[in-house]
């Protein structure tokens, strides 16, 4: 029987079944293989941030995503998602650096968000932790 995990159910299944702790990476990387913003969003960000972006409180506190100015500079979205914050593990070593480019871009212009500063694969380059 197949079920449907979470963003830590995705992060457990990767880490070989122990989720990371907060801001940790994982053991061995795998690559998430979504493209483009809106199918990593859904795959990945929408377990915790919920689809319609409005974030979710119970077993953590998962952070509103809609008409949030914390997005208008792409460096904000591009660090928590390379490098994690307090619930939310880093995805350096999971997702490529376009993969993090398509999904800022997807935020920056979805939830009420109309931000037109997107950042390119070779900005999130310079921005990614060394392994």
């Given at each position: 029987?197949?079920?449907?995990?979470?963003?830590m159910?995705?992060?457990?299944a990767?880490?070989?079944?122990?989720?990371?702790?907060m801001?940790?990476?994982?053991g061995s990387?795998?690559?998430?293989?979504?493209q483009?913003?809106?199918t990593?969003?859904?795959?990945?960000?929408?377990a915790?941030h919920?689809?319609?972006?409005?974030?979710?409180?119970?077993?953590?506190?998962?952070?509103?995503l809609?008409?949030?100015?914390?997005?208008?500079?792409?460096?904000?979205?591009?660090?928590?998602i390379?490098?994690?914050?307090?619930?939310m593990p880093?995805?350096?070593?999971?997702?490529?650096?376009?993969?993090?480019?398509?999904?800022?871009?997807?935020?920056?212009?979805?939830?009420?968000?109309a931000?037109?500063d997107?950042?390119?694969a070779?900005?999130?380059?310079?921005?990614?932790?060394?392994?």
């Open positions: 029987m197949r079920r449907a995990l979470g963003a159910g995705i992060v457990a990767l880490a070989g079944g122990a989720a990371p702790a801001g940790q990476t994982f990387p795998t690559h998430f293989t979504e483009g913003g809106a990593i969003y859904g795959g990945i960000c929408a915790c919920m689809p319609d972006g409005r974030g979710a409180e119970g077993a953590g506190r998962y952070p509103s809609a008409h949030d100015t914390r997005l208008q500079a792409p460096g904000y979205p591009v660090a928590l390379l490098r994690g914050q307090r619930d880093s995805f350096a070593f999971t997702l490529t650096d376009q993969q993090v480019a398509d999904v800022v871009a997807y935020l920056q212009t979805h939830f009420g968000n931000y037109a997107a950042p390119t070779a900005d999130v380059k310079r921005e990614r932790p060394s392994p």
